[in-house]
């Protein structure tokens, strides 16, 4: 007997002998279902819904390793016992079918991968079971994510530190809610903070997620409630945002200064309201969209309250001298403003699923096709925006995608333009400003001959042009030039290559964690760019290692230990140790870190494109 039949013979034997009981099954047939004449095709008369803990526990620990694998079968029953696996009726009300409906493959598919989207759930599974022409049985076949999470990160940049310590219950009673404590202190970030989320509020599909606490300077907040297109095949979205944030704009320093950082105090608060709606066919879908936003930005102390700092020690800053205020000014520019957003794209876009990408050992599904969005933004009202006092302002955005596959290789690309057309108060003069701009392009490779090897190549480019806000990029970092610290080589573009060779491990232990080994090398180089402290970097390289885990065993997500020197004369006289993620991922997705908090408010284009919807 072949895998992929013994697949469906266990199953349908489990489900002769369970069909009596209401445990397994989520709901009886209504009497409005439809008939299989109306169907053209079956129905589905039962949906069985297996949601497994973290780990099997395999009974058999004989061998020559059998103390390795006892240990490691008590170790798992361990982590099953102190975890609470996600409730059925969560999974049920996920799914895009119920008893008494039509049998799509469509929704069968989009549903499973609607489960692998949950940050809890590791992996997903449905499949029917045709019981005759007219009937099919669904199984859902999930296994869950270790949720009960501490995290403490270290960090060899200038020293070691700890640059956040949280503890997060991710799946909290089974129903998928986050509850989530830490303190994260890494440069001029210290937050203190609390965050809570929910992706079922009010029993709906809506998400709603809600956080707040200290920062170095003040205090941070931000709610949302975020109605996501479900799946392919949903037509409606919606977003509601509110955030506010007081703290520091950290600029990295030039080459040679007598201190590393400027810091600059800035107060953010931003709202905006989108609703999206999709027509078409899965596969070929166009969005339309409308939102309005509303943004202030004040920098009510300056110029007093710009500080210098020597060293890294952002606890301890000095008053700046006049030149440094002077170099920040530009970006010193308060508004006050709302805008009425309409939003347009095309989606063409399918999922397949891969193993052993991103993940060591585990699947994730790969968006491949093409995708247009635009949104166009109009102030309204009275707007205020320094220097040119009551000014009136466009602005838009482009994001294009693009992906492909072959047997053995993926390519994702992305590119994010946008910028703001400035109509000064009363004056005939138009100016372009707050030009940003970001662009990747991921090749992955798995060789049929070495299938544990993933060849990974990434390129990305971010930059700013006439920028009002605080802005800089810097070459080096976790996601730069790897073996240079966050602080070095500052820059108004960049540009930066990655290979990496992905190595998945085997041994004993492999049904409790994956675990893998990375060599890679980096090169980019900078430019000016006209921001505060830019410098020409030319070309700079890097090469490390590092050790890849994911816990437990086909996690989607992978913890990193990488060790970077720069290639240089002298290149260890720099060594970074770093304990992070990966700086090239297609789960993370597109988009520059540091741009992104440089970026004005953004009318829910994620949500409306429809990278990370479920």
Same mark, same amino acid.
């Given at each position: 007997m072949t895998g992929a039949s013994l697949r469906l013979t266990m199953p349908a034997m489990l489900v002769c002998a369970v069909a009596g009981t209401h445990s397994r099954v989520s709901a009886q047939e209504p009497p409005d279902s439809f008939s299989e004449a109306e169907c053209g095709g079956p129905v589905i008369s039962h949906v069985f819904v297996d949601n497994h803990s973290i780990y099997a526990v395999p009974t058999d620990s004989s061998g020559s390793d059998g103390w390795v694998r006892s240990a490691a079968a008590?170790?798992?029953?361990?982590?099953?016992?102190? +975890?609470?696996?996600?409730?059925?009726?969560?999974? !049920?009300?996920?799914?895009?079918?119920?008893?008494?409906?039509?049998?799509?493959?469509?929704?069968?598919?989009?549903?499973?991968?609607i489960l692998r989207l949950l940050p809890f759930i590791a992996d997903a599974d449905i499949y029917p079971i045709h019981i005759n022409g007219d009937e099919v049985h669904v199984v859902v076949d999930t296994r869950d994510d270790w949720t009960l999470k501490l995290d403490v990160r270290p960090e060899f940049d200038n020293g070691l530190k700890i640059t956040r310590v949280?503890?997060?219950?991710?799946?909290?009673?089974?129903?998928?809610?986050?509850?989530?404590?830490?303190?994260?202190?890494?440069? !001029?970030?210290?937050?203190?903070?609390?965050?809570?989320?929910?992706?079922?509020?009010?029993?709906?599909?809506?998400?709603?997620?809600?956080?707040?606490?200290r920062t170095r300077t003040g205090i941070f907040f931000h709610?949302?409630?975020?109605?996501?297109?479900?799946?392919?095949?949903?037509?409606?979205?919606?977003? !509601?945002?509110?955030?506010?944030? !007081?703290?520091?704009?950290?600029?990295?320093?030039a080459t040679g200064s007598p201190f590393t950082n400027v810091s600059l105090p800035v107060q953010v608060r931003r709202a905006a309201t989108t609703l999206g709606r999709r027509f078409g066919t899965p596969g070929n879908l166009t969005v339309l969209g409308a939102g309005v936003s509303w943004e202030d930005v004040r920098f009510e102390d300056f110029p007093g309250d710009v500080t210098v700092i020597t060293g890294f020690d952002f606890s301890n800053p000095d008053p700046a001298d006049s030149a440094t205020v002077e170099s920040v000014r530009r970006h010193v520019n308060p508004r006050r403003m709302a805008r009425l957003h309409l939003v347009a794209g095309k989606r063409n876009v399918q999922f397949i699923r891969r193993r052993g990408l991103d993940a060591i050992r585990g699947e994730q599904d790969i968006r491949v096709g093409t995708q247009a969005l635009v949104t166009i933004g109009t102030?309204?009202?009275?707007?205020?925006?320094?220097?040119?006092?009551r000014s009136h302002e466009l602005q838009g955005t482009v994001s294009l995608f693009g992906g492909a596959a072959g047997e053995s290789w993926i390519f994702n690309s992305e590119l994010t333009i946008e910028a703001a057309r400035l109509f000064a108060g009363g004056n005939s003069e138009r100016t372009f400003r707050d030009i940003l701009g970001e662009v990747g392009a991921y090749f992955y490779w798995q060789p049929p001959a070495t299938p544990d090897h993933t060849f990974v190549v990434g390129v990305s480019g971010a930059g700013g042009w006439n920028t009002s806000l605080p802005f800089q990029l810097t070459l080096g970092g976790?996601?730069?030039?790897?073996?240079?610290?966050?602080?070095?080589?500052?820059?108004?573009?960049?540009?930066?290559? +990655?290979?990496?060779?992905?190595?998945?491990?085997s041994g004993p232990l492999r049904d409790l964690f994956d675990l893998g080994l990375t060599l890679f090398v980096d090169a980019g180089a900078g430019w000016h760019g006209a921001v505060p402290f830019g410098a020409d970097s030319g070309l700079k390289g890097t090469a490390g290692a590092g050790l890849r885990m994911g816990f437990p065993a086909g996690a989607r997500r992978v913890v990193r230990m990488d060790v970077a020197v720069p290639?240089?004369?002298?290149?260890?006289?720099?060594?970074?140790?770093?304990?992070?993620?990966?700086?090239?991922?297609l789960l993370s997705g597109f988009g520059d870190r540091q741009v992104r908090r440089s970026r004005g408010v953004n009318p829910a284009s994620a949500i409306l494109g429809g990278q990370f919807n479920r």
């Open positions: 008590k170790a798992r029953v361990i982590a099953n016992r102190a +975890h609470r696996r996600t409730r059925r009726s969560f999974i !049920e009300a996920e799914l895009l079918f119920a008893v008494g409906d039509c049998y799509d493959s469509l929704l069968i598919d989009e549903s499973a991968r949280g503890f997060t219950e991710e799946n909290l009673g089974g129903t998928g809610t986050l509850l989530g404590f830490y303190l994260v202190e890494r440069d !001029e970030r210290r937050d203190l903070g609390l965050e809570l989320s929910t992706p079922r509020f009010v029993g709906t599909r809506a998400d709603a997620r809600i956080g707040g606490g709610e949302s409630i975020t109605y996501p297109f479900v799946g392919e095949v949903g037509q409606w979205a919606f977003v !509601e945002s509110y955030s506010l944030r !007081e703290d520091l704009f950290r600029y990295a320093a102030t309204v009202g009275n707007p205020t925006a320094a220097p040119e006092n976790p996601f730069g030039v790897r073996g240079y610290d966050r602080e070095e080589l500052p820059a108004g573009q960049r540009v930066v290559a +990655h290979f990496e060779d992905r190595i998945a491990l290639m240089r004369e002298s290149p260890f006289s720099s060594l970074q140790f770093r304990i992070g993620y990966d700086a090239v991922s």
